[in-house]
């Protein structure tokens, strides 16, 4: 076997399936077919992109793989976000489709968390209402952050459920269509009293484990999944090589510390860095967008700004870690 040989071209030959390495992704991403039939809904396009992505078992892999293949910067934000919540969560499958559960009206931090855990008889009771969650529409499995108690100091005990959202007493309300990335629907969801089995809480701190970590999970994959988007343009659009090659020089840098500990300042202040990086190229893509699609230069000027959203939070996470390791 030639030892040059694509990703691809070994698999056919060996009769392995899974493609987990940066060449295989990097090859689908610059020289594989990416044609596909126009997606109407983003339900029809989780479907096909389950299908297409499941001999990819690492969630950015997917995530990049679901940009290529997506018609809308919302179905690109979809794979991205699933991935980010596959990548958190090993209750979930890569087939899942899931939504993180956690801002209410006082926000996302711990104390403002209202949302009850109960005993009730041989099971628990889930009781509350969470006012913002991402992809409302459908049955998606819902992971939801509850209060089970207070620690010693005072603290609220969180904890991870993971329901469904066609359980009895779980009742979500989408939100209207906003004018940004319209055909990713938002909403919020009340629980009054859902039965929960002990096997439905997850491990661990619920705030710690899941919720701290989840903006730097989300923020590599859905970019990621972006960055995917933009490589499927600047082919079809025939851009120049150097811009696919920057592309994909950031996709393989989100790559990397997709894998590493996301609560590691070392992470944190690199991340700072890819995304500054993409966000510039991105910038300069401003003239190139003229030889796009109309239609899909016209959807890219209204959503684009998606890449800005909890910029603060980021930027406040950086200082953070460059705090934290000044004191090393």
Same mark, same amino acid.
């Given at each position: 076997?030639?030892?040059?040989?694509?990703?691809?071209?070994?698999?056919?030959?060996?009769?392995?399936?899974?493609?987990?390495?940066?060449?295989?992704?990097?090859?689908?991403?610059?020289?594989?077919?990416?044609?596909?039939?126009?997606?109407?809904?983003?339900?029809?396009?989780?479907?096909?992109?389950?299908?297409?992505?499941?001999?990819?078992?690492?969630?950015?892999?997917?995530?990049?793989?679901?940009?290529?293949?997506?018609?809308?910067?919302?179905?690109?934000?979809?794979?991205?976000?699933?991935?980010?919540?596959?990548?958190?969560?090993?209750?979930?499958?890569?087939?899942?489709?899931?939504?993180?559960?956690?801002?209410?009206?006082?926000?996302?931090?711990?104390?403002?968390?209202?949302?009850?855990?109960?005993?009730?008889?041989?099971?628990?009771?889930?009781?509350?209402?969470?006012?913002?969650? *991402?992809? +409302?529409?459908?049955? @998606?499995?819902? /992971?939801?952050?509850?209060? #089970?108690?207070?620690?010693? &100091?005072? =603290?609220?005990?969180?904890?991870?459920?993971?329901?469904?959202?066609?359980?009895?007493?779980?009742?979500?309300?989408?939100?209207?269509?906003?004018?940004?990335?319209?055909?990713?629907?938002?909403?919020?969801?009340?629980?009054?009293?859902?039965?929960?089995?002990?096997?439905?809480?997850?491990?661990?701190?619920?705030?710690?484990?899941?919720?701290?970590?989840?903006?730097?999970?989300?923020?590599?994959?859905?970019?990621?999944?972006?960055?995917?988007?933009?490589?499927?343009?600047?082919?079809?659009?025939?851009?120049?090589?150097?811009?696919?090659?920057?592309?994909?020089?950031?996709?393989?840098?989100?790559?990397?510390?997709?894998?590493?500990?996301?609560?590691?300042?070392?992470?944190?202040?690199?991340?700072?860095?890819?995304? *500054?990086? +993409?966000?510039?190229? @991105?910038?300069? /893509?401003?003239?190139?967008? #003229?030889?796009?699609?109309? &239609?899909? =230069?016209?959807?890219?000027?209204?959503?684009?700004?998606?890449?800005?959203?909890?910029?603060?939070?980021?930027?406040?996470?950086?200082?953070?870690?460059?705090?934290?390791?000044?004191?090393?």
């Amino acid at each position: 076997m030639n030892a040059f040989m694509s990703a691809h071209e070994c698999a056919i030959i060996t009769g392995v399936t899974h493609e987990s390495s940066l060449r295989s992704l990097l090859d689908a991403a610059l020289a594989r077919s990416i044609d596909h039939p126009t997606y109407a809904t983003v339900d029809a396009f989780w479907r096909a992109h389950v299908d297409r992505s499941q001999h990819h078992p690492l969630p950015f892999d997917r995530a990049v793989l679901g940009g290529l293949f997506a018609d809308t910067v919302g179905q690109a934000f979809t794979a991205g976000y699933r991935a980010a919540l596959q990548a958190l969560f090993d209750t979930l499958s890569p087939s899942d489709a899931a939504s993180f559960c956690v801002t209410e009206r006082g926000g996302g931090h711990p104390r403002a968390i209202e949302t009850t855990l109960e005993n009730a008889q041989d099971d628990r009771a889930l009781t509350g209402e969470k006012t913002w969650i *991402s992809l +409302a529409d459908g049955v @998606v499995h819902l /992971l939801v952050v509850a209060r #089970e108690g207070t620690h010693d &100091d005072g =603290r609220p005990k969180l904890r991870i459920v993971h329901v469904d959202s066609s359980r009895a007493g779980v009742t979500v309300t989408p939100m209207s269509i906003g004018a940004m990335v319209p055909d990713v629907l938002h909403g919020s969801v009340r629980f009054d009293r859902v039965r929960v089995a002990d096997s439905e809480l997850l491990a661990g701190d619920g705030y710690a484990r899941y919720v701290k970590p989840f903006r730097t999970v989300e923020d590599v994959h859905v970019f990621g999944a972006l960055l995917g988007y933009l490589v499927a343009v600047a082919r079809s659009s025939e851009w120049p090589p150097s811009v696919l090659a920057r592309l994909a020089s950031s996709i393989a840098t989100l790559r990397a510390l997709a894998v590493e500990p996301p609560d590691d300042p070392v992470v944190h202040v690199a991340l700072d860095g890819a995304l *500054s990086t +993409a966000k510039a190229l @991105v910038s300069e /893509l401003d003239l190139l967008w #003229e030889s796009a699609a109309p &239609d899909a =230069r016209d959807r890219w000027n209204r959503d684009r700004v998606l890449l800005s959203v909890a910029q603060r939070a980021r930027d406040a996470r950086t200082t953070r870690a460059l705090e934290a390791l000044s004191r090393r």
